[in-house]
């Protein structure tokens, strides 16, 4: 998996809560990305980042926020989780922008009660 | 709106059985196409990426072809194995640093 590690793997949470999802690469890629993915869509961009401290919307960034202070590390914040969250979310990392090849994470399973 | 479409949603087929996958598309223009294999449980893996001046791509077993005047694009698997059933995933690269993915087609070989 291109070196890329998604921490927690599976998470349950209740309505309201905030949750911070963690994804770690060991590439030195420049850009990482975080998509969810739900049955019936194509995975869908939440937030990007193109360098450290450099971060931008993707189409579905309500209700995230991402933080990026460590080329390595780049961490997604559910701030007050909500049912609508509940999805599987990836991690993705390139070392261009999205027209270049990009290396997913094995994902991470968010179930919010 | 930009989308990418493909059929069927899933499909069931025999090992050893050949089998074709569709991606019909409208964005444009776009800087590449790619399709991913996502295991159950797994993030996708790039299978293969064409330019839109190319017309067919393989990777082993795996065949990729493009049209871009019909914005068509179709994955072709020979010889199908049990290890061939996953999902499998359209993607458009627009020029502007976008990525539109289709929602795939789940293949299940059976023996």
């Known amino acids: 998996d291109a070196g890329i590690t998604q921490s927690p793997r599976h998470k349950v949470t209740e309505t309201g809560t905030p949750v911070t999802l963690r994804c770690h690469q060991t590439?030195?890629?420049?850009?990482m990305y975080w998509y969810r993915q739900d049955p019936g869509h194509g995975l869908r961009l939440i937030h990007y980042?193109?360098?450290?401290?450099?971060?931008d919307k993707g189409e579905v960034s309500d209700g995230y926020s991402v933080s990026r202070s460590k080329t390595e590390d780049f961490l997604l914040t559910l701030e007050s989780a909500t049912s609508s969250q509940t999805s599987v979310y990836f991690c993705?990392?390139?070392?261009?922008?999205?027209?270049?090849?990009?290396?997913f994470g094995q994902g991470t399973r968010l179930t919010v009660v | 709106k930009n989308q990418v479409e493909q059929s069927p949603q899933s499909l069931i087929i025999l090992e050893g059985k050949n089998c074709t996958l569709q991606?019909?598309?409208?964005?444009?223009?776009?800087?590449?196409l790619r399709w991913y294999k996502q295991d159950t449980g797994r993030g996708p893996v790039s299978l293969t990426i064409?330019?839109?001046?190319?017309n067919t791509k393989s990777n082993g077993r795996y065949t990729a072809t493009l049209d871009a005047d019909t914005k068509q694009s179709s994955l072709h698997i020979t010889a199908s194995q049990l290890s061939d059933s996953a999902s499998y995933i359209c993607?458009?690269?627009?020029?502007?640093?976008?990525?539109?993915f289709g929602a795939g087609t789940i293949l299940r070989v059976k023996s």
């Open positions: 590439e030195n890629h420049r850009y």
């Open positions: 980042s193109y360098g450290v401290k450099d971060t």
């Open positions: 991606c019909n598309y409208t964005v444009s223009p776009f800087s590449n």
């Open positions: 993607v458009v690269s627009l020029y502007g640093n976008k990525l539109v």
């Open positions: 993705a990392i390139s070392d261009g922008p999205q027209s270049t090849e990009a290396f």
């Open positions: 064409m330019t839109f001046s190319e």
